[in-house]
């Protein structure tokens, strides 16, 4: 959708059978300059329990960081979830699934890169990896070139987010993931909402829109499948009210 034609998204209360798919880095919590740099506001994890219980359990966070990573920041997560942008799942009943894989070889290839390159941060993933590039922008061809060429060789996806580029399973997204929760019992006939920040996001937006849902764009307007905007982090936790 043209970022001029975005506009602020109904009010939570007003929309029958929700379920929402709920992004992190960029939508819970602000981005920083290194992933463990983040601040996780108070009792985030109890917060985000109670808006699920007001849903009927139709509350799935879905994020690039693993979910044992996810863990490290709201401890032992209260609701549905997704990592490794879908890789791994936590499914409503506690059951958790695992899909793809990033051969050691790639993880090799990628720290050579980042010591002989300098000023890239490397994040190690159950099911692949990501660069950061945030200290140092000027690098970004460099990283992107690098993680395409990885991508081609192995047969795994390229993603590019804000300042990184991660190297993950061929048939994973954070669209599959809406999806894959969509045929679970607990999100059964509900009407699916992503909130995210990042081009990450858009495969969500996509499959929020083609389960009869929307998308929810957090920050600056952009081209974007998403049919509202949220400006800020504050403002998604207005609307969520948390």
């Known amino acids: 959708m043209s970022s001029a034609d975005l506009t602020a998204p109904p009010a939570l209360s007003d929309l029958d059978a929700a379920a929402l798919f709920l992004d992190?880095?960029?939508?819970l919590v602000e981005?920083?300059?290194?992933?463990?740099?983040?601040?996780?506001?108070?009792?985030?994890a109890f917060r985000l329990a109670e808006l699920a219980d007001r849903l009927s359990g139709r509350l799935a966070v879905i994020s690039g960081?693993?979910?044992?990573?996810?863990?490290?920041?709201?401890g032992r997560l209260p609701t549905a979830a997704a990592g490794s942008h879908g890789g791994e799942m936590k499914l409503p009943g506690g059951e958790v699934v695992r899909n793809g894989s990033c051969p050691s070889s790639?993880?090799?290839?990628?720290?050579?890169?980042?010591?002989?390159?300098?000023?890239?941060?490397?994040?190690?993933?159950?099911?692949?990896?990501?660069?950061?590039?945030?200290q140092a922008p000027e690098r970004?061809?460099?990283?992107?070139?690098f993680v395409e060429r990885m991508a081609e060789e192995f047969g795994l996806k390229?993603?590019?987010?804000?300042?990184?580029?991660?190297?993950?399973a061929h048939d994973t997204d954070k669209g599959e993931a809406v999806?894959?929760?969509?045929?679970?019992?607990?999100?059964?006939?509900?009407?699916?909402?992503?909130?995210?920040?990042?081009?990450?996001?858009e495969d969500g937006f996509l499959a929020a829109a083609s389960g009869g849902g929307f998308g929810i764009l957090v920050g600056e307007p952009r081209e974007t499948a998403a049919r509202y905007l949220l400006p800020d982090t504050p403002s998604v936790y207005a609307w969520l009210g948390l």
């Open 106 to 134: 790639v993880r090799s290839a990628a720290g050579r890169f980042v010591d002989q390159t300098g000023g890239l941060l490397l994040e190690s993933k159950p099911l692949g990896l990501a660069i950061h590039y945030r």
């Open 31 to 44: 981005i920083a300059d290194n992933p463990d740099g983040i601040v996780v506001p108070d009792r985030l």
């Open 179 to 201: 999806a894959k929760f969509m045929a679970e019992p607990a999100f059964a006939g509900s009407r699916p909402i992503f909130i995210g920040d990042d081009v990450t996001d």
């Open 158 to 168: 390229a993603k590019r987010g804000k300042m990184v580029a991660e190297l993950i």
């Open 24 to 27: 992190f880095d960029g939508t």
């Open 65 to 74: 960081r693993s979910l044992g990573d996810l863990e490290t920041h709201l």
């Open 140 to 145: 970004e061809v460099e990283v992107i070139g």
